[in-house]
């Protein structure tokens, strides 16, 4: 069983001149091959590669799509039983690889996997994008082990076991070739955010199981910090988690959207009273977008063929966390 590492990038060469050399150095070459997907950069990314990096195979896409597009792009030209989508700014470790071909050969059923993501700027802590495996609510707001909103634990072997998640984070994530294919690959209406969220709904409606392997250890840079520069990150949060629901979520769906409209309502005002207005238009301009695209969303819903469709691990995350703590 053969693992394609799959790295885009766009203007990244800083990152990966700083990550690829142990990528490479931790990726058993009879195990994996390593490509770099390239999005329209306009740096030198792919001079240094093909200069200093010979086995890594390029793969360059003609237009810079974003996450979504581009992996459906890139991902059309690669041959592998499994699909490892790496973020650039993702530092490996020696033991990254193994356990998780491990699992994926002796578990058939399972289709994505997502190992344990560490802060590369505070080893010592969960980081924010996917931590130690990811949850929904039933109102479709998601959170992980390890982090819940903008709270972020230390790992002290808490969540050190293997553990069925109902979504992986994008920054790295391990999915069946023909599971992604199956699926359709990732919605490129998203832009960003969360589409990865929708892939492993998909695929959980499919019937298809998500783990989390924390013997594959990786550290990423990312950021979590909302401030007044990104609201555009709050508008996409907000908006693509109730296409999630449109896409995705049981017969209810209707009722679960006006919860999560008046709780979302509830959200633009706290920002409000915390100073962040960019944040509140952000929710506004989420919800009017939603109800532009809602036709569009409701028409790629598929028939869910899972037998025990209850996606959610508990009723209530932003209850749970802001009232009865």
Known sequence: MKIAIVILNWNGRDLLEKFLPDIIRYSPTGLSDIYVA????????????????????????????????GYNDALEHIKADIYALVNSDIAVTKNWLIPIHEYFTSHSKTAIIQPKILDY???????????????????????????IFDKLEKDTGQYNDNLPIFWAS??????????????GGF??????????????WRAFNTGYNTMYISESTVYHVGGATLNSSYW?????????????????????????????????GIAGIKFLFEGKPLHT??????????????SKMLKKRKQITNKQPNYYATKSIVWNYYVKT
């Open 38 to 69: 390239d999005n329209a950069s306009t740096d030198d990314s792919i001079a240094y590669i093909k200069h200093n990096y010979t086995s890594v195979k390029i793969i360059q896409n003609k237009t810079n799509g974003g996450y979504a597009k």
């Open 121 to 147: 700027k505070q080893k010592s802590h969960f980081e924010y994008a996917g931590a130690a495996g990811g949850f929904i609510d039933k109102l479709g707001y998601p959170y992980c082990r390890g982090r």
């Open 170 to 183: 994008g920054a790295c994530l391990f999915i069946r070739s023909k599971v992604f294919h199956e699926l």
């Open 187 to 200: 919605d490129t209406d998203y832009f960003a955010h969360q589409e990865e969220i929708d892939l492993c």
């Open 232 to 264: 555009k990150k709050t508008f996409l949060n907000f908006r693509n988690s109730l296409f999630n629901l449109v896409k995705n979520a049981p017969k209810n769906y209707i009722w679960l959207i006006f919860q999560r409209l008046i709780l979302d």
């Open 281 to 294: 238009w952000a929710i506004i301009k989420a919800h009017f977008s939603f109800y532009a695209h809602f």
